[in-house]
Nanobody
Framework: HVQLVESGGGLMQAGGSLRLSCTASGFVVGTYAMAWFRQASGKEYEGVAFIDSDGTIQYPDSMKGRFTISQDIAKNTLDLQINDLQPEDTAKYYC????????????????????????WGQGTQVTVS
């Protein structure tokens, strides 16, 4: 039974840094495609950072530079480091996973959409003021 539990969100000040963590169970991190998505109030899901089962890491152009995705195989966690927080980073952040690799999307020069991921955590709220 796959389960994803996010932690690390909270109320932050602009310019600060934050590290979100996602603890996975039911599978081994590194064998599934994983990603972080976020959803601001009234908006659609937005992909933040992606790591495929072969270790390939991708970011949307708008996220490059401030966001870093990483995996800790020993702890079975997926992390997201966010630097220089901005008010527009305010959103609920979701950890997602799927057993199928996502290279097809790369060959289409696209990032995987939210519906490409089967398993979702409950999300953690990040509010930046």
């Amino acid at each position: 039974h796959v389960q994803l539990v996010e932690s690390g969100g909270g109320l932050m000040q602009a310019g600060g840094s934050l590290r979100l963590s996602c603890t996975a169970s039911g599978f081994v991190v590194g064998t599934y495609a994983m990603a972080w998505f976020r959803q601001a109030s009234g908006k659609e899901y937005e992909g933040v950072a992606f790591i495929d089962s072969d270790g390939t890491i991708q970011y949307p152009d708008s996220m490059k530079g401030r966001f870093t995705i990483s995996q800790d195989i020993a702890k079975n966690t997926l992390d997201l480091q966010i630097n220089d927080l901005q008010p527009e980073d305010t959103a609920k952040y979701y950890c997602v996973a799927d057993r199928d690799e996502k290279s097809w999307w790369s060959r289409q020069h696209r990032l995987p959409p939210s519906y490409a991921y089967t398993h979702w955590g409950q999300g953690t709220q990040v509010t930046v003021s």
